[in-house]
């Protein structure tokens, strides 16, 4: 049975595959799901929904962002944004912060209450990634992760840098 997803004029072929024939993007959906599978558990854990816990670290990973770079970061609606930071704001996760140089702009940044639930749930995703992940060598995890951030860090510095300057 066929591990890929044939080439076709449609369907170019595939960036890379695996010793044991399968697709790249195949491999990183799976264990992009193992992940995500780790903060649905924490966040349900946490009385809150797996995307409030995402945006609540991406606002910890990037010391506050503006609800359209959260949007972008998480590949939503701007107009979801509005509920998500409301409903975190009410839960005193959050706070909205005006742009002393650009009134039209407002920062959301994690509050005390935000970091320390993100502390709580922080542990248990990254015990159960350890756990899923536990047959790389640190070498090999680190490697992983050297091949995402060439790939994913310059999406990152459009997204957060850019909107900074």
Do not use: N
């Not at 010391?63 to 939503?76: K, P, Q, S, Y």
């Not at 990634?129 to 536990?134: E, P, T």
């Amino acid at each position: 049975m066929a591990k890929t997803i044939p080439d076709t004029a449609e369907a170019p072929p595939s960036l890379a595959v695996s010793a044991g024939g399968y697709e790249l993007g195949y491999l990183m959906l799976l264990a992009g799901r193992a992940v995500q599978s780790a903060v649905d558990e924490a966040a349900a854990e946490g009385g809150l929904p797996a995307v409030d816990l995402i945006a609540l670290y991406a606002l910890r990973v990037h010391d506050g962002l503006t609800a359209g770079m959260v949007a972008r970061l998480l590949h939503l609606q701007q107009s979801s944004i509005t509920a998500l930071a409301d409903r975190l704001e009410r839960s005193g996760l959050i706070t909205r912060e005006r742009d002393r140089e650009d009134r039209r702009r407002v920062w959301l940044r994690l509050t005390d209450e935000g970091h320390d639930l993100l502390d709580r749930c922080g542990t248990r995703i990254r015990l159960t990634v350890r756990d899923r992940f536990a047959s790389l060598t640190p070498d090999r995890a680190a490697a992983m992760a050297g091949l995402l951030s060439s790939v994913v860090e310059p999406w990152l510095t459009d997204i957060v840098a850019g909107a900074r300057r």
